[in-house]
C-alpha cells in the first residue's frame, strides 16, 4: 500500500465527524437521535438569494471568473467592510474563497514555513491546529477560560511568544465558545501584535450573530493593525449559505498577492454561481438575518436556562455565534465520556470539548442551530440522562 506522507501521519480525522459517524450508525438502526453538534443554520437560505442565483445562471453565469472572483462582488465586500467594519479595502485586496475554510488554509499556508510557530486559541475550530502541522509549523494553543469570560488574556500571549512566533489567530465571536472579544481586549491584543511584529489572522464569520446590543470590533480597524492582518469572513453563517461554499479574505496587497497565488493553484477561483448569490445577499435586504439572529437568541435563552438548572452542569450565556460551551465537570465524567453517554443514554449527539484543543477537557459544545421543538426535547432527555448517570458509559 502506497505509504502517506509524513505530514499527514499526524493529522488526524476529525473528532467531530468520528461522532456524527456514530449517529448515522444509530439512525439506520431506526433510533431517534437530536443532533445538537453540527454548525450550520436550520433554515434555508432567504429566496432573493437563491433567486439572484438561479438568475445569474439563466444568463450565462456558467464560465470561470477572475481568480479573486468577479468585480461585482468584490466591490460589495468592500463597502461591507467600509459600512459595517470601517475598514477601507480595493477591490483587489480581496479574494473570495471556497468557503472560509479555503481561507484558513490559504492564510496560513502561504506564510508558514517548517519551524514556525502560531498561536491558536485553546478552544478553537480544529482546522486553526491541524493547518500548521501540513505545514510544518506548530500550533501553540493560548487558553480562553470560563474563568476570564472566555476573553483573551495578553499574559498568556507574552509567555507563549517566542522568537519563532510569526502569527496569530484569533477567532471573534468564538466557535465552539460564543464568546466575543470585547473592545478593551482586542486593544492590548492590538499592542501585543505589534511589539511581536506578528501576523494576525481574524476569522469574523459569526459577526453578524451577535446578542444583547453587543457589537463586533475588527482588530484590522485598530491603529497599526490593518497592515499586519488578514480578515477572513463569508455567507455560511448569517446568510444560512453552508452549501454554497463561498467566503472571502480581505488584507493588503501585499500579502493578497502571495495568497492569491495558493489560491490560483488550489482552485482556481469559486463558483461563479456562488458568487452571485453572495452579491445578492450584501445588497439585498438584511432583514432575513435579523429575524434568524432573533430565532437564535431565543433558543439560547431557552437552552442556557434550562441548562443552569440542572444537575452537575453549567454554563455562561454566549454573547455571539449559536453555540453553547456546557461545563460538566460537576458529573465526573471527562468530555468524551459525557459525549458517548449523552449519545446513548440520551440519543443527543453533542461534541466533546476537547475535540477543540486541551482547554476543552471539563466542556461539550452545543450547537441550538435548530428548532425550537428539537431543544424541548433535548433538554429533557440531558435532564433525565443526568438525573440517572450512574448508568454505564458504551464504548464508541
Known amino acids: 500500500m502506497m505509504r502517506q506522507s509524513k505530514k499527514m501521519e499526524a493529522i488526524p480525522f476529525s473528532p467531530i465527524r468520528k461522532i456524527f459517524a456514530e449517529v448515522d450508525k444509530l439512525k439506520s438502526e431506526g433510533v431517534d437521535v437530536i443532533g445538537l453538534g453540527i454548525g450550520e443554520p436550520d433554515f434555508d437560505t432567504p429566496a432573493h438569494i437563491t433567486d439572484a442565483m438561479v438568475a445569474a445562471t439563466?444568463?450565462?453565469?456558467?464560465?470561470?471568473t477572475p481568480n479573486k472572483g468577479i468585480p461585482e462582488l468584490r466591490k460589495a465586500i468592500c463597502r461591507k467592510l467600509k459600512d459595517e467594519d470601517t475598514l477601507e479595502y480595493d477591490?483587489?485586496?480581496i479574494i473570495c474563497t471556497v468557503g472560509v475554510s479555503e481561507g484558513v488554509f490559504v492564510s496560513l499556508s502561504a506564510f508558514l514555513d517548517p519551524g514556525d510557530e502560531v498561536l491558536v486559541p485553546d478552544p478553537s475550530w480544529l482546522n486553526y491546529s491541524h493547518v500548521p502541522t501540513m505545514n510544518g509549523a506548530t500550533s501553540i494553543g493560548y487558553p480562553l477560560l470560563e474563568k476570564n469570560n472566555f476573553q483573551i488574556d495578553?499574559?498568556?500571549l507574552e509567555r507563549l511568544v517566542t522568537p519563532r512566533t510569526k502569527m496569530l489567530v484569533i477567532l471573534d465571536p468564538s466557535n465552539p465558545l460564543g464568546g466575543v472579544q470585547e473592545r478593551e481586549t482586542l486593544e492590548k491584543v492590538a499592542r501585543f501584535a505589534i511589539a511581536h511584529d506578528l501576523l494576525v489572522i481574524s476569522?469574523?464569520?459569526y459577526e453578524k450573530i451577535l446578542f444583547d446590543g453587543r457589537k463586533h470590533y475588527s482588530i484590522a480597524a485598530f491603529p497599526g493593525m490593518r497592515e499586519r492582518t488578514i480578515v477572513l469572513n463569508g455567507f455560511a453563517k448569517?446568510?444560512?449559505m453552508t452549501g454554497w461554499r463561498i467566503g472571502y479574505i480581505a488584507a493588503p496587497a501585499d500579502l493578497i498577492q502571495v495568497m492569491n497565488r495558493m489560491h490560483m493553484y488550489i482552485v482556481t477561483h469559486t463558483s461563479s454561481q456562488a458568487q452571485w448569490g453572495a452579491f445578492a445577499a450584501l445588497e439585498g435586504s438584511q432583514e432575513p438575518v435579523r429575524e434568524m439572529v432573533e430565532e437564535f437568541r431565543k433558543r439560547r435563552d431557552y437552552v442556557c436556562e434550562r441548562l443552569n438548572r440542572m444537575k452537575g452542569v453549567s454554563c455562561l450565556v454566549p454573547g455571539g455565534a449559536f453555540y453553547i460551551f456546557l461545563n460538566?465537570?460537576?458529573t465526573g465524567k471527562n468530555s468524551e465520556e459525557f459525549t458517548r453517554y449523552l449519545l446513548h443514554e440520551a440519543n443527543v449527539a453533542v461534541v466533546p470539548g476537547t475535540a477543540f484543543g486541551a482547554c476543552?477537557?471539563?466542556y461539550i459544545r452545543i450547537s441550538y442551530?435548530?428548532?425550537?421543538?428539537?431543544?424541548e426535547k433535548a433538554m429533557g432527555r440531558i435532564e433525565r440522562a443526568l438525573d440517572q448517570l450512574e448508568q454505564p458509559v458504551p464504548a464508541l
Open 58 to 64: 439563466r444568463n450565462g453565469a456558467t464560465h470561470y
Open 91 to 93: 477591490s483587489e485586496e
Open 154 to 156: 495578553v499574559r498568556d
Open 203 to 205: 476569522d469574523e464569520i
Open 238 to 240: 448569517a446568510y444560512a
Open 328 to 330: 460538566i465537570s460537576g
Open 360 to 362: 476543552g477537557e471539563g
Open 369 to 375: 442551530a435548530t428548532s425550537i421543538e428539537n431543544l
